[in-house]
């Protein structure tokens, strides 16, 4: 019944890392390439080419289009992986069934923006999710009783790329969020970069392990540009401490210079983690920290402000895997892993995990259409 369906996703976007975000759900299988077209916002500006190519290369089929190009569908399904102020206009047309999937799971304020209330249907990963969104005041627990917001387990949160644990090289991972595009929604630890640097040292003399791999954000340096330097401080740090460092080349983009100083430097760029297990992990307020749950990954959370603290306890209770880097560069004490399991219970549906990543969209449809 929802094969006849035509399927769209909504970009509206000028930053580049936001489709390499996008083009994970494809590589994954939760999108077919065969049944999907990405409709994009048509802007005049240097990015334009830039995700074109991407998409291109990729096999994803796609066409750049303006607002009266959405007016003329007149049946299926649009999937929103981003809030944009023109999805709203997206939304207007009435032909289709609108989804905000999220492009990842997080405890980020962007999460609880009111605009997620234009859509028909809501994805979440969990419970935590929901409990969120009821938090916020977005939602209420009729929407909850009606279905408008679907728990769809590890569908949308991504993959860290790692390999499964006791495969591949041991390492530490360090996975820092980007700056945000407002100050206010600045989760990145990137700026304590003597703190972090001391925290992934002691970390890898604790547990034996000589190599630091770093997944920059996709977005790093978008909106301050000095954060991607502050990617090239941290590595030099850490190659003083003589550890080796590996970075996820495809996050970070790089001028020819930046990228001589990286060699000269020893620093390694890969392209692919699937030779790397992260012997523990650290990330900011971010998609990854439900990444690491979901893949089994003993982690710690940066902190760059109070109130980042304050807004995570609210939602989490007790997180005693807390760094704050504003007072501090030592890691709680030990944490059992039952904490974490049931951490991954409240966030990620479980139930999920046993229908095959490339069934899920199929299954969403028919909770939907037998609602």
Not at 2 to 21: C, E, N, R, W
Request: hydrophobic share 40%; proline share 3%; with cysteine.
């Amino acid at each position: 019944m929802t094969k006849s369906l035509a399927y769209f996703i909504y970009l509206d976007t000028k930053i580049v890392g936001a489709i390499l975000q996008l083009c994970a759900f494809f590589e994954r299988g939760v999108f077919a390439k065969d049944n999907t077209i990405v409709l994009v916002k048509k802007y005049k500006h240097k990015s334009t080419r830039l995700i074109a190519q991407i998409l291109t290369k990729q096999g994803i089929v796609y066409r750049f289009v303006k607002e009266n190009d959405l007016d003329e569908l007149t049946d299926g399904v649009m999937f929103y992986p981003f809030n944009a102020q023109s999805n709203c206009r997206a939304v207007a047309n009435r032909h289709l069934t609108h989804i905000f999937i999220t492009h990842g799971e997080s405890n980020k304020v962007s999460s609880i923006k009111p605009i997620i209330r234009i859509y028909d249907y809501v994805i979440t990963a969990g419970q935590a999710g929901i409990e969120r969104y009821l938090a916020s005041g977005i939602f209420s627990q009729h929407d909850v009783d009606t279905g408008r917001i679907i728990m769809l387990g590890d569908t949308f949160i991504g993959r860290t790329g790692l390999t499964d644990k006791g495969m591949g090289q041991e390492v530490v991972f360090y996975a820092p969020t980007w700056e945000g595009g407002i100050e206010r929604e600045n989760y990145s630890s990137l700026s304590y970069v003597d703190k972090v640097a001391k925290i992934l040292t002691n970390t890898a003399k604790t547990h034996q392990v000589d190599t630091i791999v770093i997944k920059p954000h996709p977005n790093t340096g978008h909106r301050l540009r000095q954060y991607i330097d502050h990617v090239y401080e941290l590595a030099k740090i850490l190659r003083n401490g003589q550890l080796n460092v590996v970075i996820f080349k495809p996050y970070l983009r790089l001028m020819w210079l930046q990228s001589f100083k990286y060699e000269r430097l020893g620093v390694i760029f890969v392209d692919d983690l699937t030779t790397y297990h992260a012997k523990i992990g650290f990330c900011d307020i971010s998609a990854v920290e439900t990444q690491f749950l979901n893949e089994g990954i003993f982690y710690y959370l940066f902190l760059n402000s109070i109130e980042n603290k304050a807004m995570i306890k609210n939602i989490c209770c007790k997180n005693p895997h807390i760094v704050n880097l504003m007072s501090s560069h030592e890691l709680p004490d030990s944490i059992p892993m039952s904490f974490y399991q049931e951490l991954k219970n409240y966030v990620i549906f479980q139930e999920m995990s046993m229908l095959p990543i490339n069934e899920r969209i199929d299954c969403l449809l028919h909770k939907i259409i037998d609602k």
